[in-house]
């Protein structure tokens, strides 16, 4: 059965494992699962009835540029996830935006602290991190007034 990013996914990482993909954070928990992000991240778009090209397209479209697109998987469900480097670099670390508490440089690395407390190191600089949530912000605030009208 395939791996569904849900509310409780806080982040998603490849890891080094010679069976394993992905190492998924959830609220309070680690699994471990066949499939790599990407595949996770487009399966799941697929599962609440969008595509992974549409979304790319649409947010190419936005934010006028071709690389380190952030997704919206389900923005009803408020599901934005920003990715730390190019999908196609294997240090790519998927973050879900809301599960964002705070992040710092240390020792060279940028460690983010999820909601739940658990913190992920990457190799991104903490500039390049700011960029990339404020470039999923500006997609955020693209689908706001979508969300917003739908629920009146």
């Avoid at 190492?23 to 487009?42: A, G, H, Q, S």
Wanted: with cysteine; net charge positive.
């Amino acid at each position: 059965m395939e791996y569904i990013i849900h509310d409780r996914t806080l982040a998603l990482t490849e890891t080094e494992s010679n069976y394993y993909r992905t190492k998924v954070y959830e609220t309070n928990k680690v699994i471990y699962r066949k499939e790599d992000p990407l595949t996770i991240i487009k399966n799941s778009c697929k599962h609440y009835g969008y595509h992974y090209s549409a979304w790319n397209k649409l947010v190419k479209k936005i934010l006028g540029r071709n690389s380190k697109l952030p997704v919206p998987i389900k923005p009803s469900n408020a599901l934005f996830f920003v990715p730390t480097t190019s999908h196609h670099n294997k240090d790519c670390t998927w973050i879900s935006y809301y599960k964002v508490i705070h992040y710092m440089e240390r020792n060279n690395k940028l460690k983010i602290v999820l909601n739940d407390g658990q913190t992920i190191s990457t190799d991104i600089s903490l500039n390049q991190f700011k960029l990339q949530m404020k470039r999923t912000g500006s997609i955020i605030a693209y689908f706001y007034p979508l969300l917003h009208d739908s629920k009146n």
